[in-house]
T-cell receptor
Framework: DAGVIQSPRHEVTEMGQEVTLRCKPISGHNSLFWYRQTMMRGLELLIYFNNNVPIDDSGMPEDRFSAKMPNASFSTLKIQPSEPRDSAVYFC?????????????FGSGTQLSVL | GNSVTQMEGPVTLSEEAFLTINCTYTATGYPSLFWYVQYPGEGLQLLLKATKADDKGSNKGFEATYRKETTSFHLEKGSVQVSDSAVYFCALSDQAGNMLTFGGGTRLMVKP
């Protein structure tokens, strides 16, 4: 299995531009999570999907952030417009919920720099 | 709500030293507890877990015991190696096992 695949690995953009981060979860997993990691705030859960449905988006910082999961094998996190304070590493993770195993598998992350 | 508190890093040790990284938690019910490790430039990986009180999780020489009476899950290793240098995250799951709450992470630096 290729694991959780995120793209791009690095993204550099200018303030005000739209940014789209992509994630392909592990096949067969039914839950998908988007996290943001910064030095100041550590690892923050942004949003969580179960069976492609958003369950908890209370961690999404503001309306500039949106996430979709159109099918079981793909999710996007969009920032529009982006701001310098959005600079962080964004991780996607997936798991199979319901089997009593809460193990999360993380992607390698997208390093976002907003200038 | 659930929360996890870890000792702040960085923790700097010499090779073969004994490691302890403290972790305490606040949760309702009976959560499962985890340690994840993040190597430079990579995502987090599960290191070990424990699902009930007094369980001991272990992997790669690391171990942690679920202590309900002290709400703790401290990570230990008897002899660290340079390759153990990473950031370690303590985490707990909610009652339904659907979401993980992570601690702030503790950076470990092991010098030869």
């Amino acid at each position: 299995d290729a694991g959780v695949i995120q793209s791009p690995r690095h993204e550099v953009t200018e303030m005000g531009q739209e940014v789209t981060l992509r994630c392909k979860p592990i096949s067969g997993h039914n839950s998908l999570f988007w996290y943001r990691q910064t030095m100041m705030r550590g690892l923050e859960l942004l949003i969580y999907f179960n069976n492609n449905v958003p369950i908890d988006d209370s961690g999404m910082p503001e309306d500039r952030f949106s996430a979709k999961m159109p099918n079981a094998s793909f999710s996007t996190l969009k920032i529009q417009p982006s701001e310098p304070r959005d600079s962080a590493v964004y991780f996607c993770a997936s798991s199979f919920q319901g089997g009593g195993n809460e193990k999360l598998f993380f992607g390698s992350g997208t390093q976002l720099s907003v200038l | 709500g659930n929360s996890v508190t870890q000792m702040e890093g960085p923790v700097t040790l010499s090779e073969e030293a004994f490691l302890t990284i403290n972790c305490t938690y606040t949760a309702t019910g009976y959560p499962s507890l985890f340690w994840y490790v993040q190597y430079p430039g990579e995502g987090l990986q599960l290191l070990l877990k424990a699902t009930k009180a007094d369980d001991k999780g272990s992997n790669k020489g690391f171990e942690a015991t679920y202590r309900k009476e002290t709400t703790s899950f401290h990570l230990e290793k008897g002899s660290v190696q340079v390759s153990d240098s990473a950031v370690y995250f303590c985490a707990l799951s909610d009652q339904a096992g659907n979401m993980l709450t992570f601690g702030g992470g503790t950076r470990l630096m092991v010098k030869p």
